[in-house]
């Protein structure tokens, strides 16, 4: 789903563009809020928004300012200006950044529909295997299953299925009752106890078959795990 974001000092208007939208019927995710553009900074970030909502009056960092910096820093992001002043000079700003449309308060549905549709159709198509939140932990998984021999990190994951990296943690744990790096672990070590069935292999090989660095961390992560060392399982369980 794509992610949004709201960026106004005044609640209303946060609350107009939540109701006004059918955020399921578009695919999108439920609007994340910023007060200021400083906050918002903070929050794109984290979030790496699809679509942002600017307010162009607002106190710390008005939205000249926010989106001088914030075109800059995130290109894919599609930004649609929603202010309550019909200025010359803020919609002169928001040509100059390529924003998507210039919407006026009070919010209209028909426009506020439309505005989105537009900035839609500039984004890039999300993958067939990810369009809820259920089908996309269940991408996610799949994926680790059949890489979690490789370094897998949630930054790895949010490139793969363009979802930032917060959305991707928060629906998998949701979904599977535990985080990535856990289910991560979890594959690993369940492999590691078949490998270590077979006496020629050494532990270093073992480890760098699993997508470790090096024996000493794949011992630790097993002890961790099990409660006991990869060698005292191997002279456990050995035939």
């Known amino acids: ?17 939540r109701s006004l939208v059918d955020w399921d019927g578009m695919r999108m995710a439920r609007p994340e809020s910023a007060s200021n553009g400083v906050e918002a900074l903070a929050r794109m970030e984290a979030l790496r928004p699809d679509i942002a909502f600017v307010d162009m009056n607002m106190p710390l960092m008005g939205g000249v300012d926010f989106l001088s910096r914030a075109t800059a820093l995130y290109p894919d992001t599609r930004f649609i200006v929603v202010s309550g002043y019909d200025s010359f ?8 950044f390529n924003v998507v449309d210039y919407l006026l308060k009070p919010i209209d549905a028909d426009e506020l529909d439309a505005a989105l549709k537009k900035a839609l159709a500039q984004l890039p198509e999300r993958p067939e295997e990810a369009r809820t939140p259920a089908e996309l932990a269940e991408a996610v998984k799949r994926y680790i299953d059949e890489n979690y021999r490789q370094s897998i990190s949630l930054d ?13 943690g928060r629906i998998f744990r949701a979904q599977y009752g535990c985080a990535v790096y856990e289910y991560i672990q979890q594959r690993r070590m369940e492999q590691a106890k078949a490998l270590l069935a077979n006496p020629r292999l050494s532990l270093q090989a073992i480890a760098e078959h699993l997508g470790y660095s090096n024996a000493n961390y794949f011992s630790k992560a097993f002890r961790r795990h099990f409660g006991a060392s990869p060698s005292e399982y191997r002279e456990t369980f050995s035939p």
């Open 1 to 17: 789903m794509y992610t949004t974001l709201i960026i106004d000092d005044e609640q209303s208007v946060h609350q107009a563009i």
């Open 89 to 96: 000079d803020y919609a002169r700003a928001a040509i100059r």
């Open 156 to 168: 790895t994951l949010a490139e793969r299925f363009y979802f930032s990296r917060e959305y991707i």
